[in-house]
């Protein structure tokens, strides 16, 4: 890493630790790796100030704290004979119906059109728009758009079947 690297990747430190609520502070590097990548990704042509890296840091914390509070994490089980043990406790009715859910979503899924099926199924697998648009060779735009879209026709396909929240 040359002295420019460095240099950057200091303040970057500073930029996320000030920005950082307490409860995040234990994950500052990978906040800080978060923002290098984010400033790998933008034009390199663009000189990166104090400012910038700022603003940077400051959205790769709050991009964090939102992904965290959409996404309700559950710890995985060290073992299968612990997540088989841990699957016992549902009721086979429960089961039952999982499965049949399941079924139901993979046959809409599969209703849908090739594009909008491709990146609803990304989407689900929780890849973000801008790498959608990556593995589907299109703009962010346009990856945007077939998710949403996508989105809509499986919740409407779900619904003409019975399936609903």
């Known amino acids: 890493m040359n002295e420019v690297d460095s240099t950057i990747r200091e303040k970057l430190v500073r930029f996320v630790r000030r ?29 990166w100030t104090d400012g910038f890296l700022s603003r940077v840091a400051y959205s790769v914390v709050i991009d964090e704290i939102r992904r965290r509070r959409r996404r309700n994490e559950v710890g995985m089980s060290p073992s299968m004979p612990d997540r088989l043990m841990n699957s016992a406790d549902l009721s086979p009715e429960t089961t039952a119906r999982g499965a049949q859910v399941g079924e139901v979503m993979l046959e809409c899924l599969g209703t ?3 594009d909008r099926r491709r990146a609803v199924a990304l989407y689900l697998q929780d ?3 801008p790498e959608i648009a990556d593995h589907l060779e299109c703009d962010r735009k346009r990856a945007s758009n077939l998710v949403y879209r996508g989105l809509a026709d499986l919740r409407d396909a779900l619904k003409a079947r019975g399936v609903e929240p």
């Not at 502070?25 to 923002?35: E, F, P, S, T, Y």
């Not at 400033?39 to 390199?44: C, I, P, Q, V």
């Open 19 to 47: 920005v950082s609520p307490p409860w995040m502070r234990d994950h500052g590097d990978d906040l800080v790796q978060m923002a290098a990548i984010k400033l790998m990704r933008t034009a390199s042509d663009k000189e």
């Open 112 to 114: 849908l059109k090739i």
């Open 127 to 129: 890849h973000p728009v």
